[in-house]
Structure formats: structure tokens, C-alpha cells
């Protein structure tokens, strides 16, 4: 059996901010159905989940970055909690906090570049002393991206200079860029081979994944054609590299979100009665929200990031509740102190028909799912987007913008389609597709039709597991 570390910065259930943390706990599981044993190893942060378990040390090391002298363990999970192997690493200082990426302020930690490096070269000087073999390093997004450079061209880890690694990008938006007055928080490296680490003068962690990957793949396969084609600064880097580079969309672990056992739900799905446990789920939250659960509800859960659209929604609600559309709104979210503000002000104005609840609320998420009719995904680009394919799982419609991996999971209901499909970035199409979707909800026949049609859609993630196994046989096959 081929084994595999998964080198990431989010792992459900122990650390989780976004679609990357479910996709690192739930292919683990997938794949050893594919014969294919799957570790992952994750900084050690303080959230609840990892708070609450008991780890093993498996080793100590210090190494030297910049002026600081990094002291790492490395940590594994304790008792079958899951069932893929757990690693952390514990670096006091840089990870001992509970939000994962974002400070007190929204943003980012001023010390990304120290967190991300530390956190990078931690792993790999484990993976070179006393570490369990693993055939192939899986790493995730420009958190892990300097890895695929430092095992070719670093001295300090010479054991893995052959050692394979794929790239996943779960997010291309984000890409970890320094300057190069902050090399000094790198490992020694070969010099010839600079230009791997840099782009456009800076040193960048995406770039240089692409660069120095084995294989590089997107969350969907047209999110990696929109790479490609794109006005971007990366696209060019992309198009060169495009012979190692593909889509494979994710799935979603059909286990874990099941509406007939999701733990986190009170009312559950019974057999293939949709109405009751729809109508339970809905009037639940709204008698608890202060909602009436005779309108229909729209829900939307996301990070309040400008890639989410949640002005693009702000928007829409404002110009169709001047129209009196009759919905309810339902949002929950949060990140950006604007937008959380803005969507605040949307329910200031609108009270009786708006919610907005500004946190990061697993379970409430899950009841949202469960109670909505629809779901709002109003996304300026989406990699893949899990919350679509949750939302028909557990019965809500779809209502996206066209773009990214809503393209590959969501054609619209004209072409025979599962959801309400809009143009990117357009307020006034997302507008249109609220009354398109009130227009549905009119004629319960239909809607009630479309809703058991979505609610039958696979996307368990057997087929992408099989895509995943066919890329790490690929570049097995070309270290014989
Ligand atoms: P992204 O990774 O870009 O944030 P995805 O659609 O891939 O978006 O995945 C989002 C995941 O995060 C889903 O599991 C969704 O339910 C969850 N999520 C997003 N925001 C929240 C929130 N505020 N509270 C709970 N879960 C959330």
C-alpha cells in the first residue's frame, strides 16, 4: 500500500477556516478505499478540537530562522479518534493561538511568513530524522508551497530530493508573497536556483509550488482553465507549466454530511420524507431567529472576503426588497470588518426579513443547510465551492454565479440543470436569479421536483479519490 502525507494547514475536524479543511479530512478516507494509506500533519493551533485530544511526541528539533532559534515537536493524535494518521507540529509562539489565519483585526497575522516557513521547514526536518516513510508529500496551497522547492535545491534535507510531491491549490487568490529582505527565514538553498522562488521580484509561494511541484492540480477542472485564461500576473506561469497541471473537483464525505444522522442537526431526515424534514428544519430556525417560516429562505454561509460576493448579495436584497419580493434572508459569515459591517446594516434595514449572524458556527451552519430553500453563492471566483453540493445534499437549491467549480457542480435549470445560475460579478443578474428563484418557489410542484432532483445528485468523492490515485501513480511511475 502507497503511502501519502498530507502537509496542510487545515484538517477537519481538528482545525478548519474554510472548504480546504474538509477536502484534507475527508480524501484521507476516501483514498484508503483506493489502497492508498493517507497521514496528514497540521500545525498544532489551540482550537477546541485539539485542545480536547491527547497527542504523543515523537520528536524534538530546533532550527535556525532569521534571528530566532525555532523549537518544534512533532506530535502524533493519540487513540482512533480518526481514521487516517494525525500529525502536528508544535512551535510555542507561532501556532498557540485559536484562530487559524485571521487576527483580532480580519486580517491576516503580521507573522504569516514566520508561521507559514517555520511550520514548512519544521515538517521537513522531521520527515528527514526518524519519520515514517511516506512515498509521495501532498502539500495545499502557498502555506505548504515553498516544500516542492526546498526538497530539490536544500542541503538540510537532501534525504528527499527525489521524494515526489504534489500541489493541490485550493485557492490560487492567495499566494503567499515576501520580499526578499525576509529570504533570511528560509533554509539554505542552492543559489542556481533563485529564480524558482521569485516572481515579479518577490519571493512567492504559489509560484514557486507551480514551478517545482511534480504535479499540480485545482479544486475543479475549470477553475484551472479560468487559471490559465485569465488576465492574471500567473497566467503565463500557468500556460508553461500547463503539461503537469489538471482539475480534479472535490467531493464531499457522504458520512459526515448525511441529513438522516448529521450530528449536529435536532430535526433529521426520515426515509425520503424531504417535506417534513425541511419544513421541521425551517421552522425551527426561524421561530428561533425571529423569522416567519412562511416565506421562503434563502440562505448564505461564507467568509466575508470580497471573493464571496457578499456585496454582490447586499445588493440584490436591497434592489428586490425595494420590488417587496417576499424571502427571508439568512447569513452567516465572517472576516472582513466592511463587509461583516455592511451585511449588519443589510439587517439593520431590513429586520424582519433579514438575519445575519456574523460568526464561525459549525452547527448553525448545518441547520442553515438543512432549513434553507435555497442557497446563495454569489462568488467573484469559487476553486471548487463545497457549500453548493452540501446545500443540495441536505435539499436547498443552488443559486450561483457562473464561474469556477459552480460551472462544473451547477448548470442551470434552462439546460436541465440542478440550480439558478447568474453571471459573475453582476448584482442585477443575482437580483434577477432571487426572482427567478421566488418564481420557482410559487409552483410547489415544480419547486418540490427540482428539490428531489438535487437532493439525488453523487458527488461523494469515490470518483475524485480514483483521479487522486491515478495522479500519484503517475509520478510514482516516473520515479522508476
Ligand atoms: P472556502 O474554502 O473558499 O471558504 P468552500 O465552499 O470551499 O469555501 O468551503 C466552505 C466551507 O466552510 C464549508 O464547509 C462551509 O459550510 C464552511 N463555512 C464557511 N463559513 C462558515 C461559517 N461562518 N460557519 C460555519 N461554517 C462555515
Known amino acids: 500500500m502507497k503511502k501519502v502525507l498530507h502537509i496542510s494547514t487545515e484538517c477537519y475536524p481538528a482545525a478548519k477556516a474554510g472548504?480546504?479543511?474538509?477536502?484534507?479530512?475527508?480524501l484521507p478516507i476516501y483514498l484508503k478505499d483506493q489502497d492508498i494509506k493517507a497521514s496528514v500533519i497540521i500545525p498544532k493551533y489551540k482550537t477546541n478540537w485539539i485542545r480536547?485530544?491527547?497527542?504523543?511526541?515523537?520528536?524534538?528539533?530546533?532550527?535556525?530562522?532569521?534571528?530566532?532559534?525555532?523549537?518544534?515537536?512533532?506530535?502524533?493524535?493519540?487513540?482512533?479518534?480518526?481514521?487516517?494518521?494525525?500529525?502536528?507540529?508544535?512551535?510555542?509562539?507561532?501556532?498557540?493561538?485559536?484562530?487559524?489565519?485571521?487576527?483580532?483585526?480580519?486580517?491576516?497575522?503580521?507573522?504569516?511568513?514566520?508561521r507559514f516557513i517555520g511550520f514548512q521547514r519544521a515538517v521537513l526536518s522531521w520527515l528527514c530524522h526518524d519519520s515514517p516513510t511516506f512515498d509521495i508529500l501532498h502539500c495545499h496551497d502557498h502555506m505548504t508551497g515553498l516544500i516542492p522547492f526546498f526538497v530539490k535545491h536544500c542541503a538540510a534535507y537532501s534525504p528527499l530530493k527525489k521524494k515526489p510531491v504534489c500541489f493541490t491549490i485550493h485557492n490560487g487568490q492567495y499566494r503567499g508573497v515576501f520580499p526578499w529582505s525576509q529570504r533570511k527565514l528560509l533554509p539554505g538553498f542552492d543559489e542556481r536556483f533563485n529564480g524558482l522562488l521569485d516572481w515579479d521580484g518577490q519571493i512567492n509561494s504559489l509560484a514557486?509550488?507551480?514551478?517545482?511541484?511534480?504535479r499540480v492540480n485545482t479544486v475543479s477542472p475549470n477553475y484551472m482553465q479560468e487559471l490559465m485564461n485569465q488576465p492574471d500576473t500567473l497566467r503565463q506561469l500557468y500556460q508553461s507549466e500547463s503539461k503537469k497541471c489538471s482539475g480534479i473537483i472535490n467531493g464531499i464525505d457522504n458520512d459526515l454530511?448525511?441529513?438522516?444522522?448529521d450530528s449536529y442537526l435536532e430535526t433529521h431526515l426520515d426515509?425520503?420524507?424531504?417535506?417534513?424534514?425541511?419544513s421541521e428544519s425551517k421552522s425551527k430556525l426561524c421561530r428561533e431567529f425571529g423569522l416567519s417560516s412562511s416565506k421562503a429562505l434563502i440562505g448564505y454561509i461564507g467568509?466575508?472576503?470580497?471573493?464571496?460576493?457578499a456585496d454582490i448579495l447586499t445588493s440584490a436584497t436591497i434592489d428586490t426588497k425595494k420590488q417587496e419580493l417576499e424571502y427571508n434572508l439568512f447569513v452567516l459569515g465572517s472576516g472582513d470588518k466592511d463587509i461583516e459591517h455592511s451585511m449588519k446594516v443589510l439587517e439593520d434595514q431590513y429586520g424582519d426579513e433579514v438575519r445575519v449572524i456574523i460568526a464561525y458556527d459549525e452547527k448553525l451552519a448545518r441547520r442553515i443547510y438543512a432549513a434553507s430553500d435555497f442557497l446563495a453563492m454569489p462568488s467573484r471566483f469559487e476553486p471548487c465551492g463545497l457549500n453548493q453540493m452540501y446545500a443540495m445534499r441536505y435539499g436547498s437549491i443552488p443559486i450561483v454565479s457562473h464561474v469556477g467549480g459552480l460551472v462544473d457542480t451547477v448548470p442551470d435549470i434552462k439546460d436541465d440543470g440542478n440550480g439558478i445560475v447568474f453571471d459573475v460579478d453582476d448584482p442585477n443578474g443575482c437580483a434577477d436569479a432571487f426572482y427567478r428563484a421566488m418564481n420557482l418557489y410559487s409552483d410547489q410542484k415544480k419547486f418540490k421536483k427540482l428539490r428531489d432532483k438535487v437532493t439525488e445528485e453523487d458527488f461523494s468523492w469515490d470518483k475524485s479519490a480514483k483521479k487522486y490515485k491515478k495522479l500519484y501513480k503517475a509520478v510514482l511511475k516516473e520515479t522508476k
Open 303 to 309: 467568509r466575508m472576503a470580497p471573493q464571496k460576493g
Open 19 to 26: 472548504g480546504m479543511g474538509d477536502v484534507v479530512g475527508a
Open 257 to 261: 454530511w448525511d441529513p438522516s444522522t
Open 52 to 114: 480536547s485530544q491527547i497527542f504523543e511526541t515523537l520528536q524534538f528539533g530546533t532550527f535556525q530562522m532569521g534571528d530566532q532559534t525555532i523549537k518544534y515537536g512533532i506530535q502524533k493524535l493519540l487513540k482512533k479518534k480518526l481514521p487516517f494518521h494525525l500529525y502536528v507540529v508544535d512551535i510555542p509562539g507561532l501556532f498557540d493561538r485559536e484562530s487559524i489565519y485571521l487576527a483580532e483585526d480580519g486580517h491576516g497575522y503580521k507573522d504569516e511568513a514566520e
Open 208 to 214: 514557486t509550488a507551480i514551478k517545482s511541484a511534480w
Open 271 to 278: 426515509g425520503d420524507n424531504w417535506k417534513e424534514f425541511k
